[in-house]
């Protein structure tokens, strides 16, 4: 259906269940005045799809709207910040007529709400638990702080009323849980204390964090990692880390500033520093069963000219995976 406003006209596409009475009634106009308005109409024989002439319904102090295929009064409500009582209120013909494309719907303007914390903007991915847990709130108290909001659907772009004191400055930076995090591990990654974390994040449950979470890491941004992270597993201990990779423990230390090298967890992540020495020839990745004997018989070198070109290197421990130079031979 649609319509057209003509100096306080508007025409309206008919469908099965209009009547005259109907109509009339919706307005608040008598039918001679429907009648009048649409000469050559047999409004006592409703025909669907046919088109007639009608004063437009109300005075609009607000934002008048004209009805698309598609369109709710919920979905109107959010796109023209309102609500749906609101709505209602200020277009009483929808109570007889219903909604309708084509129909001129006049649209409150906004009002301002108080909001007794700030207003946020919903993101892909964002559900009323995750935002709950990541201002330190409640799911309950957001509903309260937002009357109408469905906790069933969120859009990307709402704004609503998060009923918290606005987040404080971050004492640190701020970091998103991933997945196995846990206030010990992130504790023991940035030198802080789990103590200290809770003290920056109030309200913060020690025992749920969730994937997405942000949370405050009370000390100064670490250095980016100049090299990759790798996760600590059983058996591990910073000098077995160094020699696979290539590098050494004083190294490590460097670039993990606050790393007890004798308190390390299972899980935890720690910045492994690039390969820095130059390499007098190609760079090798042990694999199983390899010995510097085999490697050095393979590539037709001595095994003292890896040792030379590797300081530090242990001939006994080699790990899979663990980096070597092959000097050419000159």
Known sequence: MSSDINNDFFELELEAADTLETLANAFEITQEVVVNENPGVDLAQITPGERIRLPFPVRCRGTVYIVRRGDTLASLAREFGTTEALIRRENPFLIIIGLRPGLPLCIPAPQ???????????????????????????????????????????????????????????????????????????ATRFNTTVQAILQANPGLDPYMLFVGQRICIPVPQPPPCQGFFYTVVAGDTLFSIAARFNTTVQAILETNPGLDPNRLFIGQ????????????????????????????????ISVDAILAANPGLDPDRLFIGQRICLPTRR
């Open 112 to 186: 301002p709400r108080p909001c007794p914390g700030f207003f946020y903007t919903i993101v892909a991915g964002d559900t009323l638990f995750s935002i709950a847990a990541r201002f330190n709130t409640n799911v309950q108290a957001i509903l309260r702080a937002n009357p109408g909001l469905d906790p069933n659907r969120l859009f990307i772009g709402e704004q609503i009323c998060i009923p918290t004191q606005q987040p404080p400055v971050c004492p640190g930076f701020v970091y998103t849980i991933v997945l196995g995090d846990t206030l010990f591990t992130l």
């Open 269 to 300: 992540q720690i910045c492994i520093p690039a390969f820095q020495t130059v390499c007098p020839g190609v760079l090798y990745t042990v694999l199983a069963g390899d010995t510097l004997f085999s490697i050095a018989r393979r590539n037709n």
